[in-house]
T-cell receptor
Framework: KQEVTQIPAALSVPEGENLVLNCSFTDSAIYNLQWFRQDPGKGLTSLLLIQSSQREQTSGRLNASLDKSSGRSTLYIAASQPGDSATYLCAVRPAVTGNQFYFGTGTSLTVIP | AAGVIQSPRHLIKEKRETATLKCYPIPRHDTVYWYQQGPGQDPQFLISFYEKMQSDKGSIPDRFSAQQFSDYHSELNMSSLELGDSALYFC???????????FGSGTRLTVV
C-alpha cells in the first residue's frame, strides 16, 4: 500500500517569506500527484496536479516539483501571505492499483502578518 | 465553472439512525469517489464508481453502501450510525484516466 508522508506537520513563517512543503511517497509507480489546500472545516481545493511524466507545475506563486524515482514532491510558495494559512495536503494516485488517491496527513501552515 | 455539489452541508443524526449523503459530479465526469475525513485525520478512501459501476472499494464499513445513478450523481447510505462515524464526507469527481480530482465542499456528519 502506498504511504504518503508530509514534513513538517506544522510550519509558521512571517509574511513575505518563501517556503517549501515536502511530500514523500513509498511507491514510485504513480499516475499523478496532486496538491490540495484545506481551510479549517472546509473542503479540498486543488492547487496543482503533476502527471508522472512531468517534473513540475506552476500556478502563480506556487510551484510543485516531482521526483518520481526518489518518491518526493515539493510545494514551493513564494512571498507568502496571511491568506495562505491553511493545511496543505498532497495526494498520490498509484499507477497500477485502482483510482483512489492516497493522502498525506498534511502540513498546517500559518503565515504571520 | 460548475463544481462538485454535495448535500446536505451539515447533518446531525442520533446513534443507530440512517443518513444519506448526495453528490453531484461535474458535468461529463464519469467517476465519483467518496472519502471520509475524521477530526485531524487525512482523507480516507471509501469507495468509487465509474460509469455507474463500483470500481474500487476502500475502508468502507459494511453498514455503508453507495451507488451511482444514471445521471452520474451518487449517494452514500449510512445505517446504524455510530459516534465514530462523525466526520467530513467528501465526494470528488474526475474524468476517468485524465487529470485529477475535483472535490466537493463536503458534508459534515455529526452523530450524537
Amino acid at each position: 500500500k502506498q504511504e504518503v508522508t508530509q514534513i513538517p506537520a506544522a510550519l509558521s513563517v512571517p509574511e513575505g517569506e518563501n517556503l517549501v512543503l515536502n511530500c514523500s511517497f513509498t511507491d514510485s509507480a504513480i499516475y499523478n500527484l496532486q496538491w490540495f489546500r484545506q481551510d479549517p472545516g472546509k473542503g479540498l481545493t486543488s492547487l496543482l496536479l503533476i502527471q508522472s511524466s512531468q517534473r513540475e507545475q506552476t500556478s502563480g506563486r506556487l510551484n510543485a516539483s516531482l521526483d518520481k524515482s526518489s518518491g518526493r514532491s515539493t510545494l514551493y510558495i513564494a512571498a507568502s501571505q496571511p491568506g495562505d494559512s491553511a493545511t496543505y495536503l498532497c495526494a498520490v494516485r498509484p499507477a497500477v492499483t485502482g483510482n483512489q488517491f492516497y493522502f498525506g496527513t498534511g502540513t498546517s501552515l500559518t503565515v504571520i502578518p | 465553472a460548475a463544481g462538485v455539489i454535495q448535500s446536505p452541508r451539515h447533518l446531525i443524526k442520533e446513534k443507530r439512525e440512517t443518513a444519506t449523503l448526495k453528490c453531484y459530479p461535474i458535468p461529463r465526469h464519469d467517476t465519483v469517489y467518496w472519502y471520509q475525513q475524521g477530526p485531524g485525520q487525512d482523507p480516507q478512501f471509501l469507495i468509487s464508481f465509474y460509469e455507474k459501476m463500483q470500481s474500487d472499494k476502500g475502508s468502507i464499513p459494511d453498514r455503508f453502501s453507495a451507488q451511482q445513478f444514471s445521471d452520474y450523481h451518487s449517494e452514500l447510505n449510512m445505517s446504524s450510525l455510530e459516534l465514530g462515524d462523525s466526520a467530513l464526507y467528501f465526494c470528488a469527481s474526475s474524468l476517468a484516466g485524465k487529470r485529477g480530482y475535483t472535490f466537493g465542499s463536503g458534508t459534515r456528519l455529526t452523530v450524537v
